[in-house]
């Protein structure tokens, strides 16, 4: 299902799995889906955060993802127990299970 269709059945859901849909976070979902739907989170020497896909940094800030989670449009997968995380996109009507269940 492509990421469109996804993101519109979220904005047009009634009840609480409804879903406000920013700019920023459309822009999100196509950046993870032109580059594979995965990327990786890593902390700058500023001690900001990043996201990296296919070798390029995602242009959007950390409370994107946050919200993307929260959506049930991302999932958060823990690799290690020093703190590593990778986000994968979720598509299609897993999408739409997820918001149902409560995102995460």
Not at 2 to 28: F, N, Q, S
Not at 77 to 96: C, E, F, N, T
């Amino acid at each position: 299902m492509p990421t469109k269709t996804i993101i519109d059945k979220l904005e047009r859901a009634d009840g609480p799995d409804r879903v406000k849909v920013t700019a920023a976070m459309r822009g999100a979902v196509e950046w993870l889906r032109e580059r594979g739907g995965e990327c990786a989170a890593a902390k700058t020497i500023a001690g900001g955060r990043v996201y990296l896909a296919r070798g390029e940094i995602g242009p959007f800030q950390p409370v994107t993802i946050k919200k993307l989670i929260e959506a049930g449009m991302v999932e958060r997968v823990i690799v290690s127990q020093m703190k590593a995380a990778r986000y994968r996109l979720i598509v299609g009507d897993a999408a739409l299970r997820a918001r149902s269940q409560g995102g995460e």
